[in-house]
């Protein structure tokens, strides 16, 4: 049978997570997690949502997580969304801004599930190539696109943009500037006033990577309440379930944890950054929870990633001409990372 699958839709290939190993035992450094266990006051907020009021509906306004967003961050309520991750809150832009035909501008590499998305659509990525140091290119804003999306810091690079040129950026695109700050946690700066200062500007964040609850899927957005108003007609109505609303109530009210957690990450992230220029690898300034590190001499990162995975150790390996020599390290514990530099000097 010929399934009658949009012309878009059959012809994509669909995104491709990273890998998540079924069988134990390995050092997981690939999917940019947190090593750290999420505030025990998740767990409690979870067990007490846990009972008979499952039978019922989640509150499709998430009002209580975003009311605690909203105090957290220095927002309104109003200026506040919520997403089952923020990979949700990344569909519900394409959903709303990219029709057929339609092209979102973003600096290239980065993270690829927005070619995804954007293709569902039936549009297109118009990508502007990073130059060799990651720093914003010029001619994003001459692209005239209706979205264009900024990571910062960056997948896979690890690099930040200064909040000074996003604010610039805002002001020369003819639409919406997304900033997707899933990693600003471990970053020396955030956009997010920006995103209270400028209409046209939302920034997304996730409880994914700094929170330590990527499988409990909850991110937030914020931007000028039109522009919410607009996201929030293509949003599935209950997008996060009761139990992800009570946990990210929890842990936002638990910064302190988080924050603790990112001290240790950056401090093991500077060791690695340390370690890896005298095992043939150059990294690259990392403002995240993982660092890209460059194979010294031309070489094809690929055998690396491949002997690392045989002694089971993760990491993640991107097989396009500009990446290719390039592995993307997830700052573990230290014993994690211990463990990779061990292998990499094992390796020389
Ligand atoms: C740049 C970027 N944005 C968004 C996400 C998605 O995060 P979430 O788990 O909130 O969907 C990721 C996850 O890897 C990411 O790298």
């Known amino acids: 049978m010929k399934i009658p699958f949009r012309r878009t839709v059959a012809r994509m290939e669909g995104y491709v997570p990273g890998e998540q190993p079924r069988d134990g035992g390995f050092i997981k450094l690939n999917t940019n997690e947190n090593p750290y266990p999420p505030s025990p006051s998740v767990r409690r907020a979870i067990l007490a949502e846990a009972d008979a009021s499952l039978r019922l509906y989640p509150d ?8 605690q967003a909203a105090l957290t961050y220095g ?42 998305l ?17 720093s914003l290119p ?52 955030t956009a997010l006033s920006l995103a209270r200062e400028k209409e046209n500007v939302v920034v997304l964040r996730t409880l994914s990577k700094s929170f330590s609850l990527a499988g409990m899927r909850i991110g937030l957005g914020f931007g000028h309440p039109a522009v919410l108003a607009g996201l929030n007609k293509v949003r599935d109505s209950y997008n996060l379930g009761r139990l992800g609303l009570a946990a990210g109530e929890a842990a936002l009210r638990d910064i302190g944890w988080m924050e603790k957690n990112i001290a240790k990450i950056r401090k093991t992230r500077s060791a690695l950054l340390s370690a890896l220029p005298s095992l043939g690898f150059s990294p690259f300034p990392s403002q995240s929870n993982f660092v890209l590190a460059k194979r010294n001499r031309g070489r094809s990162a690929r055998p690396v990633f491949e002997e690392l995975k045989r002694r089971k150790i993760l990491v993640r390996y991107f097989d396009t001409p500009r990446l290719s020599r390039c592995l993307r390290i997830t700052v573990g514990t ?15």
């Open 75 to 116: 927002f309104d309520p109003s200026r506040v969304i919520a997403g089952n991750g923020s990979d949700d809150l990344l569909a519900m832009v394409a959903r709303a801004f990219v029709g057929e035909g339609d092209v979102l501008c973003c600096p290239v590499p980065t993270y690829t599930l927005y070619d995804t």
């Open 334 to 348: 230290d014993d994690e990372v211990g463990a990779l530099l061990a292998a990499l000097r094992e390796m020389l």
């Open 60 to 67: 499709p306004d998430a009002t209580r997580l975003r009311r």
């Open 138 to 189: 010029a001619g994003l804003a001459a692209r005239r696109a209706k979205v264009t999306i900024v990571a910062s810091p960056n997948s896979p690079s690890g690099t930040g943009v200064p909040t000074a040129a996003l604010a610039d950026l805002a002001d020369r695109v003819p639409g919406v500037l997304v900033i997707d700050e899933a990693y600003a946690d471990f970053a020396s700066e």
């Open 118 to 134: 954007v293709r569902i659509q039936g549009g297109r990525i118009t990508g502007v190539p990073y130059p060799g140091d990651y």
